[in-house]
């Protein structure tokens, strides 16, 4: 107000305008405006959002929207913490849109709200809900099913040596191998980013087990605030306590039974550990590899896929 000339625009200033909020067809929305007689009229144009300096800058990421004065709108499927930067969500029903800092669904947290908020476990169309005192028991049932598996199947070798019918249990043994392998196969499909109609959804959400991915099913998130590397640890060691409860089985039968002489037994030990690596392999490897499947998100980010706070190549997890 009061020039008596004009002076050159600064850059990017043709991304500052005036405008008003309207109703139009029932939606609050962002309309320009001329003369306008308040500094709260004044911001970014259509098509622009504010920076961290406070600047106008262009609106050109993946995943949202700039209708002017600043506002930003991300998308269904994708996460933006408070300061816009936008990451794709894997799964796209945790991923609810809005505005950035609040497009998670209601209980989830993280970058591409990956995981449930402290004392909450997963629910459904991808929302979280608070534990309860039952919770933990598909923890406990888990644990005691793989002690009892693991006693069973070293009964099952010990007794094969003995009986005459060590074929058909041996035919048994391999049958059940085979089908444990076709569910580790199918549950790479669950790993996928497709969304599955039920009752596939559920099936392969269950056999995900067999490939350790105990997360959600198990609800690990009610007994405890698990950082990625625990999680990632207690999917390892998974194999590690089969091969103790084993070798503390053999230990006490040989004692019981066999007077000792583990030596003469030895051959039963190493079939049934040999089974249980044959069986689980492929679990294992997909296990292993994990750390080293990142993603790329829209702000240029790399994020491990199985652990989606944690930035690939470094050490550090993001801190969205």
């Given at each position: ?211 350790f991915d105990i997360d959600d099913l198990l609800r690990l998130g009610c007994l405890g605030n698990w950082t ?47 089974t249980i690596g044959f069986v689980f392999y492929t679990s294992i490897i997909v296990v292993m590899l994990q ?30």
């Amino acid at each position: 107000a009061g020039s008596s000339g004009c002076t050159r625009c600064a850059a990017g200033a043709a991304r500052w305008t005036t405008m008003r909020q309207l109703q139009v067809q029932g939606e609050l929305r962002w309309v320009s405006t001329d003369a306008a007689t308040e500094a709260a009229n004044c911001g970014c144009a259509p098509g622009a959002r504010y920076d961290e300096a406070g600047k106008c800058v262009a609106c050109e990421d993946e995943g949202v929207e700039c209708p002017g004065m600043g506002v930003v709108k991300v998308f269904p499927g994708y996460y933006s913490a408070a300061n816009v930067s936008i990451f794709k969500c894997r799964k796209a029903e945790r991923c609810v849109g809005g505005e950035p800092g609040r497009t998670c669904a209601t209980g989830r947290v993280g970058v591409s709200c990956s995981r449930c908020a402290d004392g909450f476990a997963p629910a459904d169309e991808g929302t979280c809900e608070a534990c309860s005192p039952g919770d933990v028991v598909p923890f406990i049932l888990a644990c005691t099913f793989m002690v009892l598996a693991c006693c069973s199947l070293y009964l099952t070798f010990e007794i094969s040596e003995k009986s005459r019918a060590r074929y058909s249990t041996l035919l048994v043994g391999v049958s059940a191998g085979l089908m444990l392998g076709l569910m580790q196969q199918l549950s790479v499909m669950g790993m996928l980013s497709v969304k599955y109609e039920e009752p596939l959804q559920t099936f392969l959400r269950f056999v995900r087990v067999v490939a350790f991915d105990i997360d959600d099913l198990l609800r690990l998130g009610c007994l405890g605030n698990w950082t990625a590397l625990t999680r990632f640890a207690i999917k390892l060691m998974m194999i590690f306590v089969a091969t103790t409860i084993v070798i503390g089985m053999h230990i006490v039968v040989v004692i019981a039974w066999h007077g000792r002489r583990f030596r003469e037994r030895r051959a039963v030990l190493v079939s049934v550990l040999g089974t249980i690596g044959f069986v689980f392999y492929t679990s294992i490897i997909v296990v292993m590899l994990q750390p080293f499947q990142c993603t790329l998100h829209p702000n240029g980010m790399w994020t491990v896929v199985a652990y989606e706070d944690i930035v690939c190549w470094s050490s550090e997890s993001t801190s969205h």
